[in-house]
């Protein structure tokens, strides 16, 4: 879906676990090429050639990749997609969360207990061969390195502008982004849409909650008129407004 002139919304249908799980990657494309923002899952290569087929980009003018953060939903598909390429693809991310990209560390939120829980929650129905996969893929997540080095406030200098915007809390180095020319908000994990409406980060899901919360704060010295979150999608109507009443909600409690 075009969100703006040079930006996209890469919608991706992903099958886990027994149900649908759709996530939404950004993608920016310039005349000098494409930037892709986060990669899904893992085995979603097929889904995103598709994806840019389906929205006029050229598969092969991919240059740059830009990993939010460690999850392994926006990881997932980064070796496959560089391994893919016929070109070398540079790959951007915060300092913080490099280590864990490159493998270098463990996933912080990949745990022996996590691993086991994840297992258990398998659909009752799912392979023997599935379960043993769906185990080793947690045990030994995906990984590529990592070239570049994004800093806050940072400007990327491509399709109009993009402003990095460290928001940690989601995942220690977690990172947005903000597109100058169409006043678009990345949120990634720093926010979703639920029942429609945008919404602060979800506790379970956070490193450190409390730093999360006061991450969105930053957001609002941006006049931000649309808001593409990786989980629920985008809004379009009053974000600014909806940041902000976000914010004052959670500094009032």
Same mark, same amino acid.
Request: hydrophobic share 40%; glycine share 8%; charged share 20%.
């Given at each position: 879906?075009?969100?703006?002139?040079?930006? #996209?919304?890469?919608?991706? !249908?992903?099958? =886990?676990?027994?149900? %649908?799980?759709?996530?939404? @990657?950004?993608?920016?494309?310039?005349?000098?090429?494409?930037?892709?923002?986060?990669?899904?899952?893992?085995?979603?290569?097929? =889904?995103?050639?598709?994806?840019?087929?389906?929205?006029?980009?050229?598969?092969?003018?991919?240059?740059?990749?830009?990993?939010?953060?460690?999850?392994?939903?926006?990881?997932?598909?980064?070796? !496959? @997609?560089?391994?893919?390429? !016929?070109?070398? =693809?540079?790959?951007?991310? !915060?300092?913080?969360?490099?280590? #864990?990209?490159?493998?270098?560390?463990?996933?912080?939120?990949?745990? &022996?207990? $996590?691993?086991?829980?994840?297992?258990?929650?398998? *659909?009752?129905?799912? $392979?023997?061969?599935?379960?043993?996969?769906?185990?080793?893929? @947690?045990?030994?997540?995906?990984?590529? &390195?990592?070239?570049?080095?994004?800093?806050?406030?940072?400007?990327?200098?491509?399709?109009?502008?993009?402003?990095?915007?460290?928001?940690?809390?989601?995942? *220690?180095?977690?990172?947005? @982004?903000?597109? %100058?020319? /169409?006043?678009?908000?990345?949120?990634?994990? $720093?926010?979703?849409?639920?029942?429609?409406?945008?919404?602060?980060?979800?506790?379970?899901?956070?490193?450190?909650?409390?730093?999360?919360?006061? /991450?969105?704060?930053?957001?609002?010295?941006?006049?931000?008129?649309?808001?593409?979150?990786?989980?629920?999608?985008?809004?379009?109507?009053?974000?600014?407004?909806?940041?902000?009443?976000?914010?004052?909600?959670?500094?009032?409690?």
């Amino acid at each position: 879906m075009q969100i703006s002139d040079g930006l #996209y919304s890469v919608d991706l !249908s992903v099958s =886990l676990m027994g149900r %649908i799980n759709v996530i939404h @990657l950004a993608l920016f494309a310039d005349e000098l090429g494409a930037i892709l923002v986060d990669t899904g899952y893992p085995g979603t290569l097929p =889904l995103l050639h598709k994806a840019f087929e389906d929205i006029g980009v050229v598969a092969s003018t991919l240059d740059s990749i830009i990993i939010t953060h460690q999850d392994i939903d926006h990881i997932g598909g980064l070796p !496959s @997609l560089l391994e893919d390429s !016929s070109h070398p =693809l540079e790959v951007f991310a !915060s300092e913080l969360e490099k280590p #864990y990209i490159q493998g270098d560390k463990m996933l912080i939120k990949v745990t &022996p207990a $996590s691993i086991e829980r994840a297992v258990a929650n398998l *659909p009752a129905d799912t $392979s023997p061969e599935w379960r043993d996969a769906f185990r080793r893929n @947690l045990e030994n997540p995906p990984k590529a &390195p990592v070239d570049t080095i994004l800093e806050d406030g940072q400007v990327i200098d491509r399709c109009g502008g993009i402003v990095v915007i460290l928001t940690p809390g989601h995942t *220690p180095g977690h990172m947005s @982004l903000y597109h %100058i020319k /169409s006043k678009t908000l990345i949120a990634a994990d $720093s926010m979703v849409v639920a029942e429609g409406e945008l919404q602060g980060p979800i506790p379970a899901y956070c490193s450190d909650y409390p730093l999360a919360l006061q /991450s969105l704060r930053k957001y609002l010295q941006f006049d931000i008129e649309k808001v593409l979150c990786y989980h629920g999608g985008l809004i379009t109507d009053n974000a600014n407004r909806r940041i902000a009443e976000i914010v004052h909600t959670i500094e009032a409690k």
